[in-house]
């Protein structure tokens, strides 16, 4: 109880397969998370089979994860991000378009109010409207976060122009200057993983392992990379079949043989279609297993690469928050608890 | 059983999802054919179900679809090719290595003995053994048959370089000096649009429609072929979900789409890195509805087309068989009786 006396937000980073709720303190530091799998699908499912209304069941999880801060600090205010502001979501959320500035106020945040009265303020998503529009939900609030971690640290300055990728089921590749987000691309490399080892002709051979053969890995990223991968992955990717025929792949590396081909066409098409010339450093927003493997191809390609800090949606989260005057604006910047370069706690499984 | 005293070969192709049976008369016309979805995956499943050896199950398979041919015309010879050959199938046929020559006697058939004491001659794949290795099980089968067709319709002579178009499940890019083949690729491109459409987040905003939206077919597939789609389908992929809900496009066209995208993807990736410089005609051999799609996505770039004679597996199993003495060589070259440009019966849905 001590330690939620100086409780000021909870922030939620709800998304398609998970939730996850922080209690954040003064400056947004982190006094205590929790996580759960009751992403948006598995809350549609849910009401779906109870025929139940789907915002019950959004509020039920609310009050699992958040009811004992919630009677511990009542009146605590309450901030989300996610695909929770999607149509599938707990309630719409507008996208704003870019150019926009996450660190200023764009449209308002859409609130929901619970049964018991509380108010849950969502965050809106960015919309890139181009030729093949893309959208985002949830990385807009991880970027800031990982922004403002950039500055805390002295890694940089918040006036750069830079590139921040966030690896994931729909992997974002995101142009900011200063917080300014100028452009965003879409690469659906981590779904394309699930749908080649769980689903395909492929996913018969493969024997999962429980540690990552980076031998295989690298195998992977360098037919992708080369003069190999030219015809794309559609081509490539019947070679983890016959090389598993011929004796030249296991059974047990064929998964992080797909990794190292999915994550190797993904920077090669970035960097032919999207990247600028030139570019040669990246802000890495994911969890640690992924960024490693992230981490590992970008370099391979010459890139450099920063680690961002972990927790970055919430203390995106915090900073909206402060801005949108939910919280009382920090008198200083605060270091974060958590500003070292784990990463754990910033995966985006699915986003739009 | 009047139509049925002239005939001297059973052919079966018999593949991953499905098994064709071809009762041929003089020369190798199609006297009759029989069709079901005992593939060897469904095979092995009922195997694995009931318990039962994997051999007695192909061999009720077998009795089913040609029981009444080889009661009629008893010691008539029984030829195989695809899948069933492949260490899944009903016994494992060896490949040839490229260069291979189609029309001349590679490694021996297979033999498997029924019960009833019928001999199945299994007709070995290819395999190209170069860094990432291909093969084919049943393509080499429908090669020689269309290479027979295109020489019997006078499209043009055997003695040609050309590159034969085999799409499916697993797409084959093949090239051919006479009925040599001299090598050959592999692009998952079917798989990936079953994967797409059944598994994945874009198929939950499609709705099936009956009729190929050519006008969404087109939209993709000019995606995939210009500027917007350097990126590769991992990056394009996404549109698909993103212009649903911006408007740009209607649910039950999602899925023509994506069979734009991929087929566009796979058209351009096997331009930049395996078709011939110059290379502007392509000898496809499918069914109709992809024959169709793969025609459309040739011709926007340039690539004329011949469409190959139906049923061209059967014709070149007949071909193997008097190669191989099982049947007695024709005297003169007769006409088939489907040698018309309809596409129905050539269509591959898997291979190795």
Same sequence: chains 1, 2.
């Avoid at 549609?44 to 801060?69: I, K, M, S």
């Avoid at 959208?135 to 122009?161: D, F, P, T």
């Avoid at 928050?321 to 370069?341: C, K, N, P």
């Amino acid at each position: 109880m001590t330690n939620h006396q100086r409780a000021h937000l909870i922030a939620l980073d709800w998304g398609t397969t998970r939730c996850r709720a922080y209690l954040l303190g003064d400056g947004g530091v982190v006094l205590s998370e929790r996580e759960d799998h009751s992403g948006i699908m598995a809350v549609t499912a849910l009401a779906a089979a109870a025929g139940t209304p789907v915002e019950q069941v959004f509020e039920q999880v609310f009050d699992e994860l958040c009811g004992a801060w919630l009677a511990e600090v009542p009146g605590i205010p309450v901030i989300a991000c996610g695909m929770i502001g999607s149509n599938h979501g707990w309630a719409e959320a507008e996208y704003r378009r870019v150019p926009a500035d996450l660190s200023a106020l764009g449209p308002e945040l859409t609130a929901v109010r619970t049964s018991a009265g509380v108010i849950v303020s969502i965050i809106p998503g960015l919309i890139s409207e181009k030729a093949l529009p893309d959208v985002m939900r949830g990385e807009e609030s991880q970027i800031l976060g990982a922004l403002i971690g950039v500055e805390r640290s002295h890694v940089g300055n918040l006036s750069e122009e830079r590139v921040v990728l966030l690896p994931g089921t729909h992997s974002k590749w995101v142009r900011v200057v200063g917080t300014t987000v100028t452009d965003f691309t879409t690469c659906m490399t981590g779904e394309f993983y699930g749908l080649l080892t769980r689903h395909s002709a492929l996913s018969l051979l493969a024997v999962r392992s429980d540690l990552p053969d980076w031998a295989a890995f690298d195998r992977g990223l360098n037919v992708a990379t080369s003069k190999a991968g030219i015809g794309g992955i559609l081509n490539t990717a019947f070679s983890a079949r016959t090389m598993v025929m011929t004796g030249a792949l296991a059974r047990n590396h064929v998964e992080d043989y797909i990794s190292g081909l999915l994550i190797g066409h993904e920077l090669a098409g970035i960097r032919a279609s999207w990247l600028p010339e030139g570019s040669n450093e990246v802000l890495l927003c994911g969890n640690a297993q992924l960024s490693e493997r992230y981490r590992r191809a970008l370099e391979c390609q010459g890139v450099r690469v920063t680690l961002a800090v972990t927790r970055s949606a919430a203390t995106g989260m915090w900073q909206v928050a402060e801005t949108a005057g939910l919280v009382q604006e920090s008198t200083a910047v605060h270091g974060s608890r958590h500003s070292d370069h784990r990463l754990e706690g910033n995966e985006r499984e699915d986003a739009s």
